[in-house]
Protein backbone atom coordinates (compact mmCIF):
# COMPACT_ATOMS: atom_id res chain seq x y z
CA UNK A 1 0.00 0.00 0.00
CA UNK A 2 2.55 2.40 0.75
CA UNK A 3 4.39 1.41 -2.05
CA UNK A 4 1.39 2.26 -4.17
CA UNK A 5 1.23 6.06 -2.72
CA UNK A 6 4.78 6.58 -3.43
CA UNK A 7 4.25 5.75 -7.31
CA UNK A 8 1.44 8.09 -7.22
CA UNK A 9 3.03 10.61 -5.16
CA UNK A 10 5.89 10.32 -7.91
CA UNK A 11 3.44 10.27 -10.94
CA UNK A 12 1.77 13.59 -9.95
CA UNK A 13 5.34 15.47 -8.99
CA UNK A 14 6.01 15.13 -12.31
CA UNK A 15 2.91 16.23 -13.57
CA UNK A 16 3.31 19.28 -11.64
CA UNK A 17 6.94 19.88 -12.86
CA UNK A 18 5.77 19.55 -16.18
CA UNK A 19 3.56 22.60 -15.66
CA UNK A 20 6.04 24.84 -13.83
CA UNK A 21 7.11 27.99 -15.08
CA UNK A 22 10.23 26.97 -16.63
CA UNK A 23 9.23 24.09 -18.28
CA UNK A 24 5.15 25.62 -20.16
CA UNK A 25 6.76 28.58 -22.01
CA UNK A 26 8.82 25.90 -24.08
CA UNK A 27 6.30 23.22 -25.14
CA UNK A 28 4.79 25.36 -27.87
CA UNK A 29 7.95 25.37 -29.42
CA UNK A 30 8.79 21.92 -28.97
CA UNK A 31 5.29 21.14 -30.40
CA UNK A 32 5.61 23.09 -32.88
CA UNK A 33 9.25 21.98 -34.37
CA UNK A 34 7.54 18.68 -33.86
CA UNK A 35 4.65 19.23 -36.32
CA UNK A 36 6.26 21.01 -38.53
CA UNK A 37 7.23 18.68 -41.68
CA UNK A 38 3.22 17.34 -41.18
CA UNK A 39 1.78 20.60 -41.74
CA UNK A 40 -0.18 20.65 -45.47
CA UNK A 41 -1.68 23.64 -47.05
CA UNK A 42 -4.72 23.31 -49.29
CA UNK A 43 -5.40 25.11 -52.20
CA UNK A 44 -7.42 27.43 -50.19
CA UNK A 45 -4.84 28.21 -47.80
CA UNK A 46 -5.89 26.48 -44.93
CA UNK A 47 -3.02 24.28 -42.93
CA UNK A 48 -3.88 20.80 -41.78
CA UNK A 49 -1.37 18.86 -39.70
CA UNK A 50 -0.90 15.19 -40.47
CA UNK A 51 -1.46 13.68 -37.12
CA UNK A 52 -0.05 10.19 -37.15
CA UNK A 53 3.53 12.30 -38.23
CA UNK A 54 2.89 14.39 -35.33
CA UNK A 55 2.10 11.36 -33.16
CA UNK A 56 4.96 9.34 -33.92
CA UNK A 57 7.70 12.56 -34.34
CA UNK A 58 6.13 12.83 -30.31
CA UNK A 59 6.85 9.41 -29.50
CA UNK A 60 10.29 9.26 -30.76
CA UNK A 61 10.89 13.06 -28.71
CA UNK A 62 9.19 11.12 -25.43
CA UNK A 63 11.44 7.82 -26.24
CA UNK A 64 14.60 10.35 -25.93
CA UNK A 65 12.98 12.12 -23.08
CA UNK A 66 12.50 8.95 -21.15
CA UNK A 67 16.09 7.47 -21.82
CA UNK A 68 17.68 10.65 -20.63
CA UNK A 69 16.14 9.82 -17.80
CA UNK A 70 16.52 6.39 -17.39
CA UNK A 71 20.48 7.06 -17.95
CA UNK A 72 20.69 9.93 -15.38
CA UNK A 73 18.70 7.91 -12.84
CA UNK A 74 21.02 4.38 -13.35
CA UNK A 75 24.20 6.96 -13.27
CA UNK A 76 23.67 9.23 -10.43
CA UNK A 77 22.44 5.89 -8.40
CA UNK A 78 25.53 4.68 -8.90
CA UNK A 79 27.70 7.56 -8.39
CA UNK A 80 25.66 8.48 -5.01
CA UNK A 81 27.06 4.86 -3.64
CA UNK A 82 30.73 5.80 -5.26
CA UNK A 83 30.58 9.53 -3.49
CA UNK A 84 28.81 7.29 -0.34
CA UNK A 85 31.27 5.36 0.34
CA UNK A 86 34.45 7.95 -0.39
CA UNK A 87 32.68 10.51 1.07
CA UNK A 88 35.93 12.70 2.88
CA UNK A 89 38.26 12.22 -0.18
CA UNK A 90 35.26 14.30 -2.08
CA UNK A 91 34.96 16.86 0.77
CA UNK A 92 37.95 17.62 1.07
CA UNK A 93 38.81 17.94 -2.63
CA UNK A 94 35.58 19.85 -3.11
CA UNK A 95 36.93 22.34 -0.62
CA UNK A 96 40.32 22.52 -2.03
CA UNK A 97 38.88 23.10 -5.91
CA UNK A 98 36.22 26.23 -4.48
CA UNK A 99 38.97 27.84 -2.77
CA UNK A 100 40.85 27.60 -6.01
CA UNK A 101 37.64 29.00 -8.35
CA UNK A 102 37.50 31.71 -5.41
CA UNK A 103 40.94 32.60 -5.86
CA UNK A 104 40.19 32.24 -9.96
CA UNK A 105 37.31 35.01 -9.43
CA UNK A 106 38.74 37.34 -7.16
CA UNK A 107 41.74 37.58 -9.88
CA UNK A 108 44.29 36.46 -7.77
CA UNK A 109 45.39 33.37 -9.77
CA UNK A 110 44.97 33.01 -13.56
CA UNK A 111 44.09 29.35 -14.87
CA UNK A 112 44.02 30.45 -18.90
CA UNK A 113 41.88 26.96 -19.50
CA UNK A 114 39.26 28.69 -17.91
CA UNK A 115 38.59 31.34 -19.69
CA UNK A 116 38.11 29.04 -23.21
CA UNK A 117 35.11 28.23 -24.48
CA UNK A 118 33.62 25.15 -26.34
CA UNK A 119 31.01 25.04 -28.80
CA UNK A 120 29.50 22.47 -30.63
CA UNK A 121 28.26 23.20 -34.17
CA UNK A 122 25.00 21.36 -34.94
CA UNK A 123 23.42 22.00 -38.42
CA UNK A 124 19.57 22.21 -37.21
CA UNK A 125 17.19 22.89 -39.99
CA UNK A 126 13.95 23.49 -38.04
CA UNK A 127 12.10 23.08 -41.46
CA UNK A 128 13.00 19.25 -41.61
CA UNK A 129 11.76 17.00 -38.70
CA UNK A 130 13.02 13.53 -38.35
CA UNK A 131 12.40 10.57 -35.82
CA UNK A 132 16.30 10.87 -34.92
CA UNK A 133 15.76 14.65 -34.75
CA UNK A 134 12.55 14.36 -32.64
CA UNK A 135 14.72 11.65 -30.33
CA UNK A 136 17.59 14.00 -29.76
CA UNK A 137 15.14 17.02 -29.30
CA UNK A 138 13.52 14.95 -26.50
CA UNK A 139 17.17 13.85 -24.92
CA UNK A 140 18.78 16.98 -25.24
CA UNK A 141 15.63 18.43 -23.78
CA UNK A 142 15.58 16.32 -20.52
CA UNK A 143 19.13 16.14 -20.13
CA UNK A 144 19.61 19.84 -19.97
Same mark, same amino acid.
Given at each position: ???????????????????????????????????????????????????? +? /? @? &???? !? *?? =? %???????????????????????????????? +? /? @? &???? !? *?? =? %??????????????????????????????????????
Amino acid at each position: MIELIQIIAIFLEGIISFFSPCVIPLIPLYMSYLANNAKEIDKNGNITYKKK +I /V @I &IYTL !F *FI =L %GLSLSFIILGLSFTSLGFFFKENRKIFLELGG +I /V @I &IILG !F *FQ =L %GIIKLEFLNKEKKIKINFDPNKMTKRTAFLMGFLFSFA
